[in-house]
């Protein structure tokens, strides 16, 4: 990833920190390469996800 991308910064509680931790090390990844991977999967990039996950439930 370039320098260049923008930074956010977040809390998190940390029992969610040391799991996030424990998962990047059995991946071989940085927490942050790890971050990136699991949002990647979660938040898909096709149109029909991305409305399911912006329109609010009736």
Known sequence: ???TDPQLGIR???PLKRRLRRAADA???SMNSE???LLER???EN???EVAVTT???
């Open 1 to 3: 990833m370039p320098k």
């Open 12 to 14: 998190l509680p940390e």
């Open 27 to 29: 991946n071989r990844r």
């Open 35 to 37: 971050i990136i991977v």
């Open 42 to 44: 979660a938040l898909p």
């Open 47 to 49: 149109e029909k996800a």
């Open 56 to 58: 609010p439930a009736q």
